[in-house]
């Protein structure tokens, strides 16, 4: 009879243990978890969001979306700022998938290129918000003291406007009835109005950032081996407070499409002629019980382009928290 031990001896040899001397430290892993790398916090993100139907569905509305805001000529050949008054009121059919407004100008046409103005002010309000916000931030949390309690004021006087009332009155002073502003004035008005009511919220999340990072060993012992302020704060500080940014950033971009949708629908956003689904919207609102689907198409755009981003949000918040993982 065989001894039993010394077959399982022959048979499987003993793996070297990881921690004896001169043994790797990957030794009695499986050759795919020796060769694969180690990831950082975004590659652990990107690994979590790639199994999350919520983030390709998401994403896959934000590409639509990206796609007609620069390159609407490929959704539709109409015009959306022109029409024959023939064709008023004319309900959805095959040659007007969406219909026909008051004027006669095609609804499917107008929804398409309306979000470019949408999505184009929101993208450059959030940008403009980041980086002014983010910069407010900064400076408070890492210099303190004085620094921190002027700018902290500051933002504490933008808080206390109330977001709609501040924007109208921004907009009414600017961009009332008796001025005449190019496409791309009423544009940048808009997204400036947006950027003064919203950098509060950003400064105080990279703020708090900074503050619970500044003092970490890394940070101290980069300050001890020499490092300027600068190479700090590019180096160390940004790169590892950047993910509170980038969760709130990508839902900001849904909450500004609907900010600009509710202030061009009161009148003092966007206005003609600029096309965006507020400025539809408004003019649908006289019109609902005879066409209804004036207001449904626009609506149900503005609706899914919110939702995308917010989702998207919610989804990369979800990564990039290991709590919520």
Known sequence: ???????????????????????????????????????????????????????????????????????????????????????????????????????????????????????????????????????????????????????????????????????????????????????????????ISLIVLGWPVVMRLMRSSVLATKEADYIVAARALGAGTGRIILKHLLPNCLAPLLVYGTILVGSYIGAEATLSFLGVGLKSPVVSWGIMINEAQNLLRVAPYLLFFPAAFLVAAVLSFVMLGEAVREALDPKLR
């Open 1 to 191: 009879m065989s001894d039993p031990s010394a077959a399982s001896i022959v048979s499987t040899p003993p793996a070297q243990a990881p921690d004896e001397i001169g043994a790797p430290t990957n030794a009695g892993l499986p050759e795919n978890a020796r060769k694969e790398k180690p990831r950082g916090l975004l590659g652990d993100a990107w690994r979590d969001l790639r199994r999350k139907p919520l983030f390709w569905i998401s994403a896959g509305f934000i590409v639509l979306f990206m796609l007609m805001t620069a390159f609407p000529s490929l959704f539709t050949s109409g015009d959306p700022e022109n029409g024959n008054l023939q064709n008023s009121l004319v309900g959805p059919s095959s040659e007007a998938w969406f219909g026909y407004d008051f004027q006669g100008r095609d609804v499917f046409a107008r929804v398409i290129y309306g979000a470019r103005a949408s999505i184009v002010v929101s993208l450059i309000s959030v940008l403009g918000v980041l980086v002014f916000g983010g910069a407010m931030g900064i400076v408070a949390g890492y210099r303190g003291g004085w620094v921190d309690a002027l700018l902290s004021r500051i933002a504490d006087v933008f808080f206390g406007l109330p977001f709609v009332l501040g924007a109208i009155v921004i907009l009414t002073t600017f961009n009332g009835s008796g001025t005449s502003n190019s496409k791309a004035e009423i544009m940048a008005l808009v997204s």
